[in-house]
């Protein structure tokens, strides 16, 4: 059954050339200071701050406008030992079998290993959840479309939002994560996406001396 379409005016604000340029570069040197933090202080964060990151995820684009996601905000210590639990069993399993020595030797300059300190001391883990269906308001299932791409763009919105409020972050993928249905009591037909971790950096923080790739790299320009 066909829904009627509804429009409304976009509220769009045409700015001069040179503000554009400079918002561009301001957005470019503040995203360029964000690193992926391993050493998390358990200095508090007003939940406040998380609820605006989260909402501001929940403006990310969506295949037929689905919105297949869902954020498990965690502070319970208990829940957070307990995620921190099962994903060290399985990142044990990970590095001391799973992973192909090609795998491990990547992930060598990074200093990673089986543990997992920062799922708990963290204040925050936001766990991202991709939902492969939904419901009506009647109770009948939907089916979600470009799943994995819409929750992509939603995390990075999510990431880069938790940049922008001046917090540290780290995505950790544990797998496999279902685990994370059963800590946090989410149904089957949501997918485990990644934990992201929140808060404050210790202050003596240290991060791998690592670079990106130039503009040349990783763009083409078809004129």
Known sequence: MSHPRKEIPLDFRELPLEEMQERARR??????????VR???DRSVPRALIEDCVRSAGTAPSGANMQPWHFSVVSDPDTKSQIRKAAEEEEREFYGRRASEEWLEALEPLGTDDHKPFLETAPYLIVIFAQTRGETDTGEPVKHYYVSESVGIATGLLIAAVHHAGLACLTHTP????????ILDRPRSERPYL??????PIDDCKVPALDK????????FVE
Do not use: Q, W
């Open 27 to 36: 957005f470019l040197a503040e995203l360029r200071l964000r690193r992926s």
């Open 39 to 41: 050493h998390f202080s």
């Open 175 to 182: 797998s496999p994560m279902r685990f994370l249905n059963t």
């Open 195 to 200: 934990i992201l971790v929140v808060g404050y």
């Open 213 to 220: 790739k130039g503009l040349d790299e990783i763009s083409t």
